[in-house]
């Protein structure tokens, strides 16, 4: 038997070092080759790192939240029949490491004696003994009202269940006369309401996709003066259009949402104001105009936001593009997305679908100078001169980067925006 | 064939058992409660009591073994000795006391006490055979409190010199070698008991710590005091079975070793007697090997109760007795449920172990942000006049609120501490309660406040 490491492997985007986000063992448990291991967090993606060898958990590198090296030590594993002759680190041992310092100790130097570990079958005989410790409290959701037995049972035998009485004493303790007040005023009591307060806090770690997603919006939003505007679209004669190419070509080549239309919208105005199409290099002092137009979409995943990134909006048909913003859609959901899915946007488009409002302000993904914001659509009363008419009407809301847009031109850019979406057809014969 | 009714039949007249039966007599329940054996159950007969008993007839001989010319006390005796048939005969008569006490008690409430052995025919009609004749009662309500049975090793049969812990506690001599397989806290009671009267006794745990349920804190005195009586402990040990010799035991590091011995005491734990009174026939929904109950001790099926030993973790006299005195209540229509905070934990070694409550590191694995204190005994100058200044007390509390979650003691004489670590739990005290409460000087007792204020972090004494 001896101790296997497992270092942090490179994660695939030349960095030094990644975040661990969590861990999918703790020590003791048994691992078996392939298993997940841990996830860590790169500045864009989420990485499992699977085990290479089986074996039992004996060592791990690192709280969730941390930031480890990559090559560094991230799991030790005690293998069955192994002799440590491949591992490029010692056991955590005191005097290894002195070793270590000194003589420089070469990489793939053997193990010595293996860390003596009680047989997993001992192991688990302790653990059902703590278990057995454990049950004199039972478990329970939430804290228990904290009352004396005496006050517990009259409780019980007045039939008021505790959790809605209100203490009166330190830490909520409840008294015969909290209980004399409840049964007085019952549940409906003026001050409460019958309604317990809540007491309790919770401290959550801001670690893995969370931290990035809150680095990432602080530095957009420190850095970038925004202008917001939002405009209004007439959207009926899309909606017709999307409706009948569903009806037509739905079956076969998939259904239209609102994006790809409003891709190829942001296509053919980006491209008649390349100074939209680009990142702001604030630190050199640069302005990279693109001619491709790489738009992420911002994605809700259950990890929180992320932004998968459609490659040559440009070159793809509405059909290619949407088939695209689906797949990228699920394997960011899943987990799935590649490092290059993630990667290279130009401009991206934020839209909360059906929730999305009357108009947001939506922070724009830095370094890019513009962000276009999708609000929902919803059928208002137009003027057009003599009637009201019931038109499905969407509001637009883009962002852009003050320093290097002009109002003018961020104008100029939402009416043509508006002007091809009200206008379908010029979104095709425009080319 | 005798036929009888009662609304209340209790199989088994153990800590659960009789207590369900003195409180239900107590309410004006009908009740009968049926004993294959004496009263009293497994605690009272060849448990608790016995141990208790062993213990301090051993603690007092020991005591005087160490007046000799060296003790730091001055005093210095002839060495002492011991007739052990004379002890166990005295420890019997305390246990025939306690036997006729429980009898006297049941009768006192008016609840019949009927000797047999009990067996379901349906869930509200049992058997009882007395002697040849059979006795058939119907009741409404059943309660099982057949308790549990010490665990046999299949290459150690009970019986042929070895014992369990009921056969340890009437040996009536001291043997000069005994070997007892399990470190849990039965046979180190017994160990140590047998260690102080002048047998070389060794232990063999099969994990690598003895009393592996404590955290090694709780057992380092313990371990200590285990090889200063010169009591060999073997971890991470297994034994394999017997030879002319002695006990063959497989060491950690797979070599088997014989230890000479004549007398194995086999101590590794306690299973319920699910087997017993034809409970199988009722079918009855389990947790593993023990019946499963809800807060009120109901089984799956209805007017079929249980307590005690039978029903889980942990197995503890006072745990039934608290469920028997329920279910009695239950049954005579109080609203009742089990809602109690904590079971408090002895171990009568030397230093003893109390525990009641959660341990830190229950609390950390339930995600509660805690804080301890601790007093040591070294601080203490009535342990000091004791020459008992090895142990400690130790509070657990909730970190926002003080509320105390755990109280774990190790020390001579802290059983009797007990009483007050689960009080402070059971009645939501804070450390600022017991920390503004007078303790008495000198007691072991004001470690218990000292705790407190050293988990706010202004200890006074230490």
Known sequence: MGIYTVTLPDVGEGIAEAELSEWNVSVGEPVAEDDIIATVMTDKAAVE???????????????????LAIGSPLVRIEVEGYDGAENPFPEPDETAGEEDKTDAAPAGKPVGTPVAAAPVEHARTAAADTRSYAQQIPPAPGRKPLASPAVRQRAREAGVDLRLVTGSGAAGRISHKDIDAYIERGPAAPSYAGRSRATGSKDVKVIGMRRKIAEKMALSKARIPHITIVEEVDVTALEELRSTLNGRYGGSRGKLTILPFTMRAIVIAAGEQPGINAHYDDEAGVIHQYDAVHIGIATQTPTGLTVPVVKHAEASSLWDNAREVTRLAEAARGSKAALADLTGSTITITSLGPLGAIATTPIINHPEVAIVGINKISIRPMWDGQVFLPRKMMNISC?????????????????????LLESPALLFIEE | MQELT???LIIGGGPGGYVCGIRAGQLGIDTIVVEEGKPGGTCLNVGCIPSKALIHAADEFHKISQFTEKSLLGISASAPRIDLARTVAWKDGIVNRLNAGVAGLLRRAGTRLIGGRADFIDGKTVNVLTGESNTRIRADHIVIAVGSTAVELPFLPFGDNVMDSTAALSLTEVPEHLAVVGGGYIGLEIGTAYAKLGSKVTIVEATDRILPQYDSALTRPVLKSLQALGVTVLTSARARGRNAKGLIVEQADGREKIIKTNRVLVTVGRRPR????NIASLSLAMDGAFIRIDDKCRTSMRGVWAVGDVTGEPMLAHRAMAQGAMVAELVAGVPRAWDKLCVPAV??????????????????????????????????????TMEADDG?????????????LGLQG??????????????????????????????????????????????LGHALHA
Do not use: N
């Not at chain 1, 790192?49 to 074996?55: A, E, H, I």
């Not at chain 2, 699910?274 to 009174?277: L, V």
């Open chain 1, 49 to 67: 790192v699977p085990s290479p060898v089986s074996g039992r958990v004996v060592w791990l590198g690192g709280e969730a939240g941390e930031t």
């Open chain 1, 399 to 419: 962002s852009f980067d003050h320093r290097v847009v002009d109002g003018w031109d961020a104008a100029v850019f939402v009416q043509r925006l508006k002007g």
């Open chain 2, 6 to 8: 009662c609304k209340l």
């Open chain 2, 274 to 277: 699910g087997e017993r009174a």
């Open chain 2, 347 to 384: 171990c009568f070694t030397d230093p003893e172990i109390v525990t009641c409550g959660l341990a830190p590191e229950e609390a950390a694995a339930q995600g509660i942000d805690i804080r301890t204190g601790q007093f040591p005994f070294t601080a203490s100058g009535r342990a000091m």
């Open chain 2, 392 to 404: 400690f007390i130790r509070v657990i509390a909730r970190k926002d609120d003080g509320v105390i």
């Open chain 2, 410 to 455: 190790v020390g001579k004489g802290i059983s009797e501490l007990s009483a007050a670590f689960s009080i402070a739990i059971e009645m939501g005290a804070r450390l600022e309660d017991i920390s503004e409460i007078i303790h008495a000087h000198p007691t072991l007792g004001e470690g218990l406040q000292e705790a407190c204020l050293a988990a």
